[in-house]
């Protein structure tokens, strides 16, 4: 599959066919929800978003993961020189480390701004340090640079129908309610590295502080008003849904599956969350295999239409009559 993803992107140069390769097997490591919603993409747009997806996950984990080996105080040297080798392959397009030579390339063939990555690495940088957020205009700050700009750097790959810059405020209120979802479902491993994502404000509204947390995180005794608090981070969460929920339409239509399965996909994990109780702090809530399945199957069929309405749109530019479109498809 990914030698098919390879040749349709037109990618030959064996060096930067391993590159990607690579990129593909980390996305497929470590977001599986999102790389089930890229196998809806065609072919050809895929390595661009597992080079994308891929460079941001080993910068991620160059923060929560130092490796065997590698204390803390090794992440703020180990990320500087991951942002240096980044700004010296976006400026050459080329790069010794594999992960860079995917997403530069990307960057050059899709003309992403190099802002965008310049922002995430800045915001990479800030786990090192930042622990909490007193309130959610902090936390979007953070999450502009961390979740926002991933969404506007895949608008320029999966194409819009309409301008790029209308589309672009659905397209980074999606990439926020993605990693608001994370965030969620993730309180409890979050707080085991030190770090509070969900603004304090929100958590002080009903009572709950970090020494709170971290009680119920160690005996295993729930609280009514983490309940509540995590109640309100999921309604936060749903409001910046119904923000990118626009953007949908304004994509390419043959992008358009893909993306709305993520979507899918990712806001029944709030569900499975609220089914679960609101129980992050104790486990992991997880979305039934059997929904994820239902839901990648919808998105096949969409896929299908959305194929045959592309060759129908083409046979009528080149002017084919229709019953000969239909034999044809």
């Not at 502009?144 to 980074?172: I, K």
């Not at 239902?294 to 084919?320: E, M, N, Q």
């Amino acid at each position: 599959m990914t030698a098919r993803e390879l040749d349709a992107a037109g990618i030959t140069d064996p060096l930067l066919r391993d590159a990607y390769a690579h990129c593909r097997r980390l996305n497929a490591r470590h977001g599986k929800t999102y790389f089930l919603a890229t196998r809806l993409l065609p072919p050809e747009r895929r390595p661009a978003v597992h080079a994308l997806y891929g460079f941001a996950r080993w910068a991620d984990d160059i923060v929560d993961e130092p490796g065997p080996g590698r204390t803390a105080a090794d992440r703020a040297p180990a990320l500087d020189a991951l942002r240096r080798r980044l700004e010296e392959g976006l400026r050459g397009g080329e790069s010794t480390e594999p992960v860079v030579r995917a997403v530069a390339h990307t960057a050059a063939v899709y003309g992403i701004a190099h802002r965008h990555f310049a922002d995430f690495m800045a915001s990479m940088r800030s786990d090192l340090t930042v622990t909490d957020y007193p309130t959610y205009a902090d936390l979007a700050r953070y999450m502009h640079g961390s979740a926002a700009v991933m969404g506007l750097e895949m608008l320029p790959v999966l194409g819009t129908v309409v301008p790029q810059e209308e589309a672009a405020p659905h397209a980074a209120a999606l990439g926020v309610a993605f990693q608001l979802t994370n965030f969620l479902r993730d309180v409890g491993e979050d707080l085991d590295r030190g770090r509070i994502y969900l603004p304090a404000d929100l958590l002080a509204a009903h009572g709950v502080d970090r020494a709170l947390l971290r009680w119920s995180r160690d005996t295993g005794i729930r609280d009514p008003r983490i309940t509540a608090a995590m109640e309100d981070a999921a309604e936060l969460t749903r409001g910046v849904y119904r923000e990118a929920a626009p953007g949908l339409a304004m994509l390419d239509p043959v992008s358009r599956p893909c993306i709305r399965t993520a979507f899918v996909l990712y806001s029944a994990i709030l569900d499975a969350v609220r089914d679960d109780g609101y129980a992050v702090l104790h486990r992991r809530s997880v979305v039934p295999r059997r929904r994820r399945a239902a839901t990648a199957f919808g998105g096949l069929a969409r896929v299908a239409a959305a194929r045959v309405a592309a060759r129908h749109a083409a046979g009528r530019r080149a002017g084919v009559p229709h019953h000969v479109r239909e034999e044809a498809s």
